[in-house]
């Protein structure tokens, strides 16, 4: 069984428009990654300046591979303090289990 996960950032309106960039460019690295089912950046039409992150990932070893890549290290360097709360993290499972 793959694994989902849900991340919510809320945003500093100043830093959108960078976060935004980094989000991209950190989407087009991550689908490479072997493991990597999904991997979207989504804005939220309710609110503008978060961001929701869909990924999905064939397995654990995948996701902890992700977290050791140069480009997410890069990542995590640009958006530092961009976030108005910690960002909502959301491991997913099925309804029925």
Do not use: N
């Not at 960039?21 to 089912?37: S, Y």
């Not at 999905?56 to 961009?82: C, N, R, S």
């Amino acid at each position: 069984m793959s694994i989902e996960i849900t991340v919510v950032f809320d945003v500093e309106p100043t830093r959108f428009p960078a976060v935004q960039a980094a989000f991209r460019d950190l989407c087009e690295a991550t689908r490479q990654d072997e493991g990597a089912l999904r991997f979207d950046a989504l804005l939220s039409a309710d609110h503008p300046h978060s961001v929701v992150l869909v990924e999905e990932w064939a397995d654990q070893d995948a996701i902890d591979l992700h977290m050791k890549q140069p480009y997410v290290a890069e990542f995590l360097t640009l958006v530092e303090g961009a976030y108005t709360r910690t960002p909502a993290v959301h491991r997913l499972r099925p309804l029925d289990v």
